[in-house]
Antibody, heavy 119, light 109 residues
Framework: QVQLQESGPGLVKPSQTLSLTCTVSGDSINSPDYFWSWIRQSPGKGLEWIGYIYYSGTTYYNPSLRSLFAISLDMSKNQFYLKLTSVTAADTAVYYC???????????WGQGTLVTVSS | QSALTQPPSASGSLGQSVTISCTGTSSDIGAYNYVSWYQQHPGKAPKLLIYEVNKRPSGVPARFSGSKSGNTASLTVSGLQAEDEADYYCNSYTGDNRLFGGGTKLTVL
């Protein structure tokens, strides 16, 4: 059973850096079969894909978003990470990590973690 | 790139069928057979219902079906049950992005 679990601070001050961790169990992020994605959902709004990382370390980001996101991974911990610098109130959202298959399908999701940007 | 267009709400009575549309462009839905649908209950993570337009993952009831015509994809829920009341989101590959729809709140009457 594949499981993903997000973790990180629930509150971040404006202009600071947001750092989130996704811990994967039941699968290895070292697999060439999948991509590992981050998706966010602003309060009362829809879903927005942020980007993914591949086991090789290759990353790809939503071209419509500010280029302040960075995704990385640690195979020894079976974890991948999201970093967003210079956060604003508009970055307040529930952040999900998800496994993505090659057909751009997100088949397993974490439970999500709410991040609030406020002073 | 704009989000895919979904009706904000839909409704149907127990046992009836309801169809939710998802309209994109010739650069996303119209270009690729990589459309997926997700169900989200309040406070929960989205759950995959349909992938590659009309394929169901194991464990998803056959009551859920997907289709596509031109730039519009559709999700049909047959034999509505009370637990189908949720938000539904479509998603399409665009070549350099993955676009979601704005979501449709399905009410079971």
């Amino acid at each position: 059973q594949v499981q993903l679990q997000e973790s990180g601070p629930g509150l971040v001050k404006p202009s600071q850096t947001l750092s989130l961790t996704c811990t994967v169990s039941g699968d290895s992020i070292n697999s060439p079969d999948y991509f590992w994605s981050w998706i966010r959902q602003s309060p009362g709004k829809g879903l927005e894909w942020i980007g993914y990382i591949y086991y090789s370390g290759t990353t790809y980001y939503n071209p419509s978003l500010r280029s302040l996101f960075a995704i990385s991974l640690d195979m020894s911990k079976n974890q991948f990470y999201l970093k967003l610098t210079s956060v604003t109130a508009a970055d307040t959202a529930v952040y999900y990590c998800a496994r993505e298959v090659p057909s751009a399908t997100f088949d397993y999701w974490g439970q999500g973690t709410l991040v609030t940007v406020s002073s | 790139q704009s989000a895919l267009t979904q009706p904000p709400s839909a409704s149907g009575s127990l046992g009836q069928s309801v169809t939710i549309s998802c309209t994109g462009t010739s650069s996303d839905i119209g270009a690729y057979n990589y459309v997926s649908w997700y169900q989200q209950h309040p406070g929960k993570a989205p759950k995959l219902l349909i992938y590659e337009v009309n394929k169901r993952p194991s464990g998803v009831p056959a009551r859920f079906s997907g289709s596509k015509s031109g730039n519009t994809a559709s999700l049909t829920v047959s034999g509505l049950q009370a637990e189908d009341e949720a938000d539904y989101y479509c998603n399409s590959y665009t070549g350099d992005n993955r676009l979601f729809g704005g979501g449709t709140k399905l009410t079971v009457l």
